[in-house]
């Protein structure tokens, strides 16, 4: 490649000559994040029968369509993941401006508090923006890879370009949750290619003098709303709990009524339907999992999420060459942030965003993402380095 | 190759190297996410676990609040004034008054009919003419249905109109500010993108519920209603509710005529309706709940949400007193709400049981207060200007005055029992139900809503006379026996001021009474004797006698709305002495100036008098606490020359209190009644110029002060009447004094002998 001139097609798909080397690893790190999807998956079954016995059936369905998907992705080599990337971004990127299109009818793309942000395909709802989140992981990798450790700004602009247009056309749909989880997704995948700490720290800095001008200038009204609930919440001010701060001061509460043990099935139940705590089973379902099973559960979902992502650093740390280890680091950074962020905001620490807990909330369309890119782990994770590979992002 | 650093050869083994720092990095930026949720995670759980159940757990209680009855309001001897009484209310459905009850009856029945998929294969057009046809039947039920309305709750079928019209004005107005209000809110929240359509389809509350259109029906009305609710489903409604009954509200009496002066006296008694009786005193409720009531009281806690105070108010719907005994004593009459609790969870209910409110018992006898109440009646003319009040000149003319003849006048009269402080009646007129049926012109001249005895406040004039005396014995500047001489005018200087009523040098009377002592003076309302005690005591010591008699005080603890009365103020004296006025200090005396009481004030201070110097305040409620006395130190001789004043003044024909003068001169005494002992004062105090139309009139008080007891016996009960711009107090509020204790006798408080004089029964 000679520097600076410009990308040519064959760059695109650098990397992907064929290597050597049939043996599998199955001594792998990677085992750590199916142990703790697999322990999460079965607590959101659990949560969500407590309220919804009859969605608790289809969860499971959708869950072993998911382990279905996440095994069939550790066929695919590193090296037929870097040549169809570009493919599954088309699809993503045609999907999402699809759900956008105005005259799209209703029975196709259903709006959704307000979101078009699902294709209806019949038995179960499809969301185009998971599908990006995948191809934006690959993607990246791929491109981190070829180019090699991001050294300057312009070098960046690319990753950060990809981010925004994906970031962009989620936006619009408009799903603010979701598209605001790709910012951690890159942070963490840029440091791990080594970006120098100068530009990480002044990308932290242009955010934190961003936020306030978002909040005035950029945010909707009841974005504002929300943002200013959680404010008063931490506080300990209950101005708004009757109507914007409800759904943050009702999960809460939950949680804290758990106590260390949770409370039996009868009075849990009770407890959550009573308190008519919105969106039980999907955005608020760690709530129903303290209720229920107390600090120790949701310590429980703690370290399985963090089962998870460790097992996504581990899988990085042993993987055979630069784009595994990128994606490792994405699929941990991705998940790790949408479960803290979902948990975030039902203990009162972080505004109400629609973002799931990855696994636990009801979803087919986030439950097989989700264990796609477990999938995509394991994937990585069983195939050792061959000692040919080229980028190891070590400098 | 790649440009950066050397490809080095990774075997997969565990090296160090850049990127495993880095993934280091990660990893510790992990953890402390974690942590910071952990410690969340127990801060709530454990930390603030009891707080978060408390809050989470009060939702699993259902609550069902039971209402408790307002407590009775008693008169003086047990009647009830004022009492909770269950009573029916008969709704109308919103969609009935709005006349769509028709049409869906009509489309319901035609799909009944047709069978929902014939219905449904019609055109809307089709169906439409269908309905059309078919409300015609409906039409005419609810016709006949608002016929029977109206029938019986005994108003025209065009008064029905005009409710049903008022109602759906109502709600239009309602549902057009909730609507804005939503709009506002919709579009500050959500800007372009507010769902305006939605809002637009809303329908209030008003729109879904049923209203009332005759309030308070009888049982049988109810059941007939009733019936017809289940006839006709979706139009009529019958609730049940409460209301605050008032038996004495409107009081058909016969006045007994025939003891009145002359000119008025028949022997046929006058048949009054009187409406109100009382209504200052009881006052009323209101259903409205105000944002003090909530702060005194919240029946809810608003911090934390939960109930408080069971017997405290609710926001939207509550009783409250507002006015009189109603709402001083309201936290005696509000009882306790019961709950009934239910746990959601098990199913499981608690009941705590209400608490009906405290009764309260009143001083005040309702059929005296009915009877004197019943005097301020047009057709009784005892309180209207009559000629013989104003009398006829040497040569048989009648004299003139600034009101004419007929005109009705307002007053107050108040009924006090010596011994114990408590009052028998306290009458205003008007009464506050006569207000509600004046035009807004004549509430702003009459003000019905005052209640006179306690918050009218006139000028004294000479009822003030036995006070000045007592102070000035008291004070050792004058003594009972001690003559003072009246020479028409008190300063030498000044023939023409400062004189005595009986003199007017410009008309050509120069009549003295000359040398006076203190009871004759009285009698005779003297008003140089009473210019020399004042000029004697300084009106220092005369106000600060006057105090000491209440004046300048609210002097009774059980009315809210009150008035002081006013003194001279320090800045009034000042200016006296400044300017050397020794005018004004020496009029007090006969009660003019900056001074003014009300007619309760004066009933107290005679009975002061009465007692032999002792202060008790008034009561109007008994509680059973006993009485406060405040013995004011005045010498015996004192007391016994302002009595024999006062007695004289009625009894002897010199008295300014003795008698009216009839056409062709003959006398009629005023207090001739048997078997009874009267004391008295009559007052002529100078009032405020009345406007009447667009000019003003100068006019005066008349006031009437007295005692009464049985024949042979001590006073025991003192009664103050006054009469608005009445003119001469003895000829104008006398007889209405002598028609209260006749009142007062025939209630039996005066002996049986009196009691059978007066045409009482027993």
């Known amino acids: 490649m000679s520097p600076g001139v410009g990308y040519t097609p064959a760059e695109l798909f650098a990397g992907t000559e064929r290597r050597g080397g049939f ?3 199955w001594a792998t790190p ?144 408009p799903d603010l949750g979701s598209a605001l989880l790709f910012l951690p997704t890159l942070v963490a995948m840029l440091v791990a290619a080594g970006t120098r700490k100068r530009f990480v720290i002044a990308a932290l800095l242009a955010a934190a003098i961003a936020a306030p001008v978002a909040y005035f200038a950029v945010l909707k009204p009841y974005q504002r709303a929300r943002i200013d609930a959680i404010v008063a919440q931490i506080k300990g001010d209950t101005r708004y709990e009757r109507d914007i701060g409800f759904q943050g001061w009702r999960a809460m ?33 760690f709530a129903v999992v ?22 996504a650093l581990l899988t990085a740390w042993y993987a055979r060459d630069g784009f595994s280890k990128l994606v490792a680091v994405g699929v941990g950074a991705l998940l790790f942030a949408q479960m803290t962020v979902n948990i975030g905001m039902t203990i009162g620490l972080l505004p109400i965003t629609g973002v799931t807990l990855p696994f636990v909330s009801y979803g087919g369309s986030s439950l097989v993402a989700c264990w796609t890119l477990v999938g995509l782990l394991v994937g990585i994770g069983i195939r050792p380095p061959t000692g040919a590979e080229k980028c190891s992002f070590d400098g | 190759m790649t440009r950066m650093g050397e490809a080095r050869q990774d075997t997969g083994a565990r090296g160090g190297g850049r990127f495993d720092r880095r993934i280091v990095v990660l990893a510790l930026v992990g953890i402390v996410c974690l942590s910071v949720i952990v410690l969340q995670l127990l801060r709530l759980g454990v930390v603030e676990h009891a707080r978060h159940v408390a809050n989470v757990e009060k939702h699993l209680v259902q609550r069902r609040l039971l209402p408790a009855s307002r407590g009775r309001i008693l008169d003086r001897r047990g009647e009830v004034l004022a009492a909770d009484r269950a009573s029916w209310d008969v709704l109308l459905e919103y969609d009935a008054i709005v006349g769509r009850w028709a049409t869906s009856q009509a489309s319901r029945e035609l799909q009944r009919e047709l069978g929902r998929p014939a219905w449904l294969e019609l055109s809307s057009s089709e169906r439409a003419a269908l309905v ?59 800007g372009e993108d507010a769902r305006l359509s939605e809002i637009d389809r809303e329908r209030v509350s008003a729109q879904l519920d049923a209203h009332v259109v005759l309030p308070d029906v009888a049982d049988e009305v109810a059941f007939y209603f009733q019936r017809l609710a289940e006839e006709l489903p979706g139009t009529v409604v019958v609730e049940p509710s409460t209301k605050r009954w008032r038996p004495w509200a409107q009081i058909s009496y016969e006045v007994d005529r025939s003891d009145f002066p002359q000119p008025i006296r028949s022997s046929k008694p006058a048949k009054v309706v009187v409406d109100g009786v009382g209504d200052h005193l009881l006052g009323s409720t209101r259903t409205q709940v105000f944002p003090e009531d909530l702060k005194r009281r919240p029946m809810v806690d608003p911090a934390t949400g939960a109930i ?57 006898d309702i059929r005296l207060q009915s009877r004197l109440q019943a005097l301020f009646e047009p057709e009784t003319r005892l309180t209207q200007i009559q000629q013989y009040q104003r009398g006829f000149d040497p040569e048989g003319n009648p004299r003139g005055g600034p009101l004419p003849i007929g005109w009705n006048l307002d007053g107050a009269i108040v009924v006090l029992e010596i011994a114990t402080g408590e009052v028998l009646a306290a009458v205003s007129s008007p009464t506050m139900a006569e207000g509600l049926a004046m035009t807004d012109d004549e509430r702003a001249v009459e003000h019905p809503e005052i209640f006179r005895p306690t918050a009218a406040t006139y000028p004294p004039g000479s009822i003030l006379k036995p006070i000045v005396l007592c102070a000035a014995v008291a004070e050792g500047v004058a003594r009972p026996d001690e003559a003072i001489e009246c020479r028409g005018h008190f300063f030498e200087d000044q023939p023409d001021a400062v004189r005595c009523w009986i003199y007017r040098r410009a008309e050509g009377k120069t ?55 006013s003194l001279p103020s320090g800045d009034d004296l000042a200016s006296f002495r400044e300017n050397r006025d020794r005018v004004s200090p020496v009029l007090l005396g006969i009660g003019q100036g900056p001074l003014t009481w009300t007619p309760l004030h004066a009933a107290q201070a005679f009975a002061t008098i009465a007692r032999g110097g002792v202060w008790m305040a008034p009561r109007f409620v008994r509680d059973g606490k006993p009485p406060e006395r405040v013995d004011l130190g005045i010498p015996q001789g004192a007391i016994d020359a302002a009595l024999a004043g006062l007695r004289a003044s009625v009894n002897a024909s010199y008295g300014t ?66 009469l608005e711009h009445g003119g001469s107090g003895g000829k104008v509020a006398g007889p209405v004094a002598a028609a209260a204790m006749r009142a007062l006798a025939a209630e039996g408080y005066l002996g049986d002998q009196a009691r059978r004089a007066a045409g009482g029964s027993s």
């Open chain 2, 308 to 364: 408080a105070d069971l017997g405290g108010y609710r926001a939207d719907r509550d009783i409250v007193g507002a006015s009189g005994i109603e709402r001083t004593f309201e936290d005696v009459l509000r009882g306790v709400r019961g709950v009934v609790s239910r746990d959601l969870e098990d199913g499981l209910e608690s009941r705590v049981a209400p608490r009906d409110g405290g009764d309260v018992q009143l001083t005040v």
């Open chain 1, 30 to 173: 990677a085992w750590l994040a199916v142990i703790g999807a697999l322990l999460l998956s079965l607590v959101g079954i659990a949560s969500i029968s407590l309220t919804r016995p009859e969605l608790a059936a289809r969860q499971g369905a959708f869950l072993a369509v998911g382990i279905a998907a996440a095994s069939i992705t550790t066929f695919f080599s590193p090296r037929s993941l870097r040549i169809s990337c570009w493919v599954v971004l088309a699809i993503s990127l045609a999907l999402l401006v699809f759900v956008l299109l105005p005259f799209v009818p209703r029975s196709i793309v259903t709006p959704r508090n307000g979101a078009r942000a699902w294709i209806n395909l019949g038995a179960a709802d499809f969301q185009p923006s998971e599908l990006a989140k995948i191809a934006f992981i690959l993607c990246t990798s791929q491109w981190l890879a070829m180019r090699g450790s991001p050294r300057t700004l312009r070098a960046l602009v690319a990753p950060v370009g990809l981010c925004v247009a994906l970031v962009g056309l989620i936006v619009l749909e």
């Open chain 2, 657 to 722: 209190g003795h008698h009216i003068t009839l056409e062709g001169g003959a006398r009629e005494e005023l207090f001739g009644i048997e078997a009874l002992d009267v004391w008295g004062k009559t007052g002529t105090a100078t009032a405020p110029k009345l406007r009447i139309g667009d000019s003003f009139v100068q006019t005066d008080h008349a006031w009437f002060v007295g005692l009464v007891g049985e024949a042979g016996g001590v006073p025991r009960y003192a009664i103050a009447v006054v």
């Open chain 2, 132 to 190: 059309l046809e078919r409300e015609e039947k409906f039409d005419a039920q609810m016709e006949q249905l608002l016929d029977r309305l109206a029938e019986a709750g005994g108003i025209t079928r065009g008064e029905l109109d005009r409710r049903l019209d008022e109602i759906l004005r109502r709600t239009a107005r309602e549902s057009k500010s909730r609507k804005e209000a939503m709009i506002a809110r919709e579009l500050a929240l959500y």
């Open chain 1, 253 to 285: 509460r939950l949680v804290g009524a758990g106590g260390l043990f949770g409370n039996d099935e009868e009075h849990a139940r009770a407890l959550v339907r009573f308190n008519a705590l919105p969106e039980e089973h999907n955005d608020m379902v």
């Open chain 1, 290 to 311: 303290a209720c229920r099973f107390g600090v120790v559960g949701g310590m429980l979902v703690l370290l399985a999420s963090a089962s998870v992502a460790i097992g």
């Open chain 2, 511 to 565: 009549a003295t009474h000359g040398p006076l002592g203190a009871s004759e003076a009285l009698a005779r309302s003297c008003n140089i004797y009473f210019y020399e005690l004042a000029r004697r005591l300084g009106p220092e010591r005369l106000i600060g006698w006057f105090r000491r008699f209440g004046m300048d005080a609210a002097i009774t603890p059980d009315i809210a709305q009150q008035e002081e009365g």
């Open chain 1, 23 to 25: 043996r599998l690893r």
